[in-house]
């Protein structure tokens, strides 16, 4: 495919500018039903693109969006974390005339006005993962969001497993109060009672997902407690570099339910017979939540049939006790920072976050 | 004395040694006073292995504080810290992308960016007499767009040699740790028992004295940007040791830290004197603190409450002269009191 010798472009992607693609390559036979006969043009707006999973996610919205011969532009922005920035790509997106948008609302509400205005003035919206407020049909085309509800859940499902008789649990999420971390919370708590015990302070130890500050959590936590069994954190490859500090207090690494990341896959390998206790539980990274919201978008756009599924489930990754859906996956020969979950190959992968 | 004036440049010059310095004597007391409280209240958080989690933080945060100090005694501030610490780690992971033969190329080039920052940074401030923080907020900037173009924003695992240098122990003691006490001796040294230093400190008490008394400023006042920028370097390349996995951010959350570190360790804003043990040890704290509130299982913003507490504490203490005060009060009501007996 064309697109994929465009995609060692991750200096231009940092600096924001829009990469305008000519996506004729796809034939039309294998168009799939979401990409419907009219002509569009497509643009993936990033609140914030500095980082491997925001890489991979874009190259896989790029991929995505090339199976659909009828989409003749493509563009990108990235809002680098700054809300201003972000509402001023969407707002010339809409200036530029750009018919399908695709949005990680990184800002929150704060970027709906930009949204509802682009939305107001003929474009397809499609906000995806983060919610952004407003309502479908009203402020934009339709929202796809993730359920982490539901991670929380295959999490919990797997706990109750492992450990029938209860557990002690030390549940890590990202910044304070991060809606994420809550509804995955909700989403054990919706399977395990009350011989289920969290260690950490109410509702998640605060990690803002920086891997020096989950060191720091972590060898707190270890300290403190002498019996932790399972490990939760919505973010895998940040506890890579922390995990070693039981080594410090001679204990085993516990049960980790996570999600994946290639470094985290890797770790396990290296570290597992070492640490008896150390079992890994993955759910997919979420990268091809894009996916989903580009299909969205293009079939809003082209006149194509939507997608059945509004919203993002993601599915069991690895489990290292009984390999289903899969067993512990490592490629050593690939960077850590990639996401075997996703359906953008590992080779691919490691071309979009630059290696 | 130089404390009865109102704009004292940091109090005594240090040459006449006094005994023990306000700062030190603070920061100890409140250190040995938050191990107390430990202890009693939260036990886990001084357990060896606790300890040997949380060093490795205090060592990098007590790095770049000395860096920040070096600035803030020639009455300057370096926002650069973010950016040249965030781009150590970068090039100290992305170039040798795991190989540790590329490790030390990679670790030559960070030092090299970091001399070129340090000397603008200089350039600026001294000779062309730009404020402080708009050029140095200015580098961080530019060392932010280095960090992009070389990483695009995305983390590298550490080679496993580095990992080893930085993230290792000797006797038990984090290899950091021991980095912290070296880099402590050698700028103690430097500060208190070289010519250089002498001068250095002599000048940010009080450039004009200074050069009324024939010392040549400017490059003294650059000069404390170079070295800060090798400190934020080293602190940064350890950063990439001890985190395995390392974001391209990671010096963001070291600024506050890293003035607090300082005014804690009784450092003049107005600069002067410099107390390097102070900021290592006030380094010290504030990891401790943080790793206390962690412990005691507070709800965040309680932690972020005590940091922000401890913070107007050491301010508190040094911003406004409470002895001078004292004994102005006390004197007063004595000469009311004798003018009553007459």
């Not at chain 1, 922005?77 to 990184?106: E, H, L, P, W, Y």
């Not at chain 1, 990639?338 to 071309?351: F, P, R, V």
């Not at chain 2, 730009?130 to 924003?153: D, E, H, K, P, Q």
């Amino acid at each position: 495919m064309k697109l994929s010798n465009l995609k060692g472009c991750a200096a231009y992607m940092a600096l924001g500018l829009g990469i305008a693609l000519s996506a004729s390559a796809a034939s039309a036979e294998d168009a799939p039903s979401w990409c419907g006969p009219n002509k569009a043009s497509l643009a993936l707006l990033d609140g914030f693109g500095g980082n491997s999973w925001r890489l991979v996610t874009t190259a896989s919205g790029k991929e995505e969006a090339a199976k659909c011969p009828s989409i003749t532009d493509y563009y990108y922005a990235d809002g680098q974390g700054d809300t201003q920035k972000a509402i001023s790509d969407i707002n010339s997106m809409a200036a530029r005339g750009v018919d399908a948008m695709v949005v990680f609302g990184d800002a929150g509400p704060a970027i709906l006005p930009a949204l509802t205005k682009a939305y107001r003035s003929g474009a397809v919206v499609v906000p995806y993962r983060v919610n952004v407020g407003g309502e479908a049909g009203k402020n934009y085309t339709r929202f796809v969001g993730a359920d982490f509800v539901y991670d929380g859940e295959s999490w919990g499902k797997w706990i109750k497993e492992n450990f029938p008789d209860g557990a002690n649990i030390l549940f890590l999420s990202g910044p304070a109060g991060n809606s994420q971390g809550l509804d995955e919370l909700k989403g054990m708590k919706n399977i395990l009672d009350d011989s289920y015990k969290f260690l950490n302070p109410d509702p998640f130890a605060v990690t803002n997902w920086d891997p020096s500050l989950t060191q720091q959590v972590l060898s707190a936590a270890i300290a403190q407690h002498d019996n932790i069994d399972v490990i939760v954190s919505d973010f895998g490859p940040s506890l890579v570099g922390a995990l070693p500090v039981f080594a410090n207090f001679d204990r085993s690494i516990p049960a980790l339910a996570t999600s994946d990341g290639n470094s985290l896959g890797c770790f396990w390998e290296k570290t597992h017979a070492d640490n008896p206790d150390f079992k890994l539980f993955t759910v997919a990274t979420g990268n091809d939540n894009v996916r989903l919201a580009v299909q969205w978008a293009i079939a809003e756009a082209t006149g194509g049939t939507p997608p059945s599924e509004e919203i993002f489930k993601a599915p069991n990754f690895e489990d290292s006790t009984d390999g289903d859906p899969n067993p512990v996956q490592c490629r050593s020969d690939l960077p850590g920072a990639i996401y075997l979950s996703a359906q953008l190959s590992g080779d691919e992968q490691a071309k979009a976050v630059g290696q | 004395m130089a404390e009865t004036t109102p704009h004292s440049f940091g109090g005594s010059m240090g040459l006449s040694s006094m005994s023990l310095s306000k700062g030190f004597v603070t920061i100890v007391a409140s250190t040995l006073a938050l191990i107390l409280l430990c202890i009693i209240f939260a036990p886990s958080a001084v357990t060896a292995g606790s300890l040997m989690g949380s060093l490795p933080f205090a060592a990098v945060l007590g790095i770049v504080g000395l860096g920040q100090m070096l600035v803030v005694q020639q009455g300057g501030f370096d926002l650069s810290v973010p950016g040249s610490v965030s781009l150590a780690v970068v090039i100290a992971t992305h170039m040798p992308n795991g190989q540790d033969a590329g490790l030390l190329p990679a670790l030559i080039i960070a030092v090299g960016f970091a001399l070129a920052a340090g000397v603008l940074n200089g350039i600026m401030v001294a000779y062309f007499r730009l404020n402080a923080i708009v050029a140095t907020i200015g580098m961080n900037a530019l060392l932010f767009s280095a960090v992009f173009a070389i990483s695009g924003g995305v983390p590298r695992i550490t080679t496993n040699l580095l990992a080893h240098i930085a993230g290792g122990q000797t006797l038990g003691i984090p290899h950091s740790v021991l980095f912290a006490l070296a880099i402590l001796a050698l700028v103690s040294f430097g500060l208190k028992k070289t010519v250089v230093g002498r001068r250095f400190e002599a000048i940010g008490a009080n450039p004009k004295a200074a050069r009324a008394a024939g010392l040549s400023v400017k490059p003294y006042q650059a000069m404390a940007y170079v070295a800060a920028q090798i400190l934020y370097c080293t602190a940064g390349i350890l950063i990439a040791g001890i985190t395995r996995e390392p974001t391209a951010f990671q010096g963001n959350s070291l600024l506050l830290p890293s003035v607090a570190v300082v005014v804690l360790a009784g450092t003049s804003l107005l600069g002067g004197r410099g107390f390097p043990i102070s900021v290592v040890i006030a380094a010290f704290f504030l990891n401790q603190l943080s790793q206390f509130a962690l412990s005691i299982g507070v709800p965040y913003s309680a932690q972020t409450i005590v940091q922000a507490l401890a913070l107007v504490f050491g301010i508190g203490v040094y911003s406004i002269e409470w002895t001078t005060r004292f004994k102005k009060e006390q004197t007063s009501s004595t000469e009311e009191e004798n003018h009553e007996t007459v």
